[in-house]
């Protein structure tokens, strides 16, 4: 259907006045109706010429500002429900409202898009709910909620699709939901059964099982692609909270679909900046980093995190031959639109292959979304005055390949890089697991020769070989 508004649009160029049921209807249809129809989180419904006439003048002004549809990747790979228009489109809409936003021929007009109640991807296997209501306040600043909810599975399963469904739609912003196998998750919850957890779950999740944002769709996995979730995992759902002016409560919920095991070992890729410190007023600070694939992977989604001071970030995939590909792109960073960005296709990368990330962050008084008024340095951290750079790639890797050499490969490159930042030692990061964490602290008496708390270069070396030599 897109295609199909991008050609009117050479049309309208050319000279004929564009009309809503010839040309407007199918765009805002596509891109626009998931939202913006009765009962759901949008202010208003786009489902009728009448709604559409009396906004065209604000449609124009947000579709041109790119501001709606909320999609912040830039062109480039193709991601699954794509909400980005394109500039013939954009401009379709801003001469429709120029010229006076016209109705036109009611047999131009395509059928108003149909929502069916229920489950969209159909009756799920196990469907999980909130532990409790949740009461978000008339207002306030926006709240970031986890809800710890334990699967109690006696056996292994393997999910296949991943639905949510907003307890209410006026109040919840957006949605993820981690996977906690070591009970961390718990230990934060306590006996409430949930935590504040503004940057993320607050513990390095054994996965990601899916997203959701207002207009989002059931997430179906490719063929031969399956999550595995094993026995005793418990569900993290990070819950994105906006007040809307009166007291509300919210009891989400979610439904997965099982499968059949998949044809090839899943992980999880961190690429993590920890030396974020950023001077009052600096309006173009970047942080450069990444981390080498050790086998051929297919990239399934790539999740960006960042927090309010970051207005740029780009991944890349730096290939062995030095070609660089576009994993994402976001040019106007939003917090308060983050989300995972699932590819319409998997993006194959060899081994060797550099997984790049670039940030780029305003801690100057010009920028709106600045907690800090007057600016104020921000270190790396959690809470909202701190700053992160984070990107997770879901990645499956080549049916036979060695999943747990690929793990430790990983590791073994999060804690040379974590080490060669020249942090003390004690302040370990979260990707790195209990065991490697274990060696890491006896690092200070075992390898850090002149005490200093710190590893120099041959220090590095020698402790990298120890862990290695652990792994075997």
Known sequence: MKWFAVLLGCAASAGAVPTFNKDIAPILYENCAACHRPGQVAPFSLLTYQDAARRAKLIASVTEKRYMPPWKAE?????????????????????????????????????????????????????????????????????????????????????????????????????????????????????SGSYACFAGPGFVP??????????????????????????????????????????????????????????????????????????PGDSDYVVKTGVTLPQDVEVLGVTPHAHYLCKDMKVDARLPDGTVESLIRIKDWDFNWQ??????????????????????????????????????????????????????????????????????????????QFLAQGENIADIPPEIPPAQRTALVMAETLFDKDHDGKLDEDERKSLIDFLRSRMQ
């Open 75 to 191: 062109p480039g790979p193709h991601f699954l429900n794509e909400r980005r228009l394109s500039d013939d489109q954009i401009a379709l809409i801003r001469d429709w409202a120029a010229q006076g936003a016209p109705e036109g021929d009611a047999a131009d007009k395509p059928a108003a898009p149909s929502f069916p109640g229920g489950w969209e991807a159909g009756e799920p296997d196990k469907i999980f709910t909130m532990p409790s209501k949740f009461a978000v306040p008339a207002d306030g600043p926006d709240q970031f909620r986890c809800f710890v909810i334990p699967m109690n599975l006696d056996h292994d399963v393997f999910v296949k699709a991943f639905e949510f469904r907003p307890g209410n739609r006026r109040v919840v912003h957006h949605a993820v939901l981690f996977m906690d196998m070591n009970g961390a998750s718990r230990r934060l919850a306590g006996d």
């Open 339 to 416: 989300g995972q960005y699932r590819y319409a296709e998997p993006v194959k990368l060899p081994k060797g292959t550099r997984v790049e990330m670039e940030y780029t962050y305003d801690n100057s008084a010009n920028n709106p979304r600045n907690p800090a008024n007057p600016p104020v340095r921000v270190r790396f951290g959690e809470q909202t005055t701190d700053e992160m750079g984070l990107a997770f790639l879901a990645v499956a890797l080549t049916p036979g390949a060695d999943a747990r050499a690929f793990q430790q490969a990983l590791i073994l490159e999060y804690v040379d």
């Open 206 to 279: 054994l996965g990601i099982l899916g997203g959701w944002a207002p207009g989002s769709s059931p997430e179906v996995q490719h063929d031969g692609i399956s999550i595995p979730v094993r026995k005793g995992t418990s569900l993290v759902l990070q819950l994105h909270y906006h007040p809307d002016g009166k007291p509300e409560t919210d009891e989400s919920s979610m439904g997965l679909t099982f499968g059949e095991p998949p044809n090839t070992a899943l992980s999880l890729v961190i690429v993590n900046s920890r030396g974020i410190n950023i001077a």
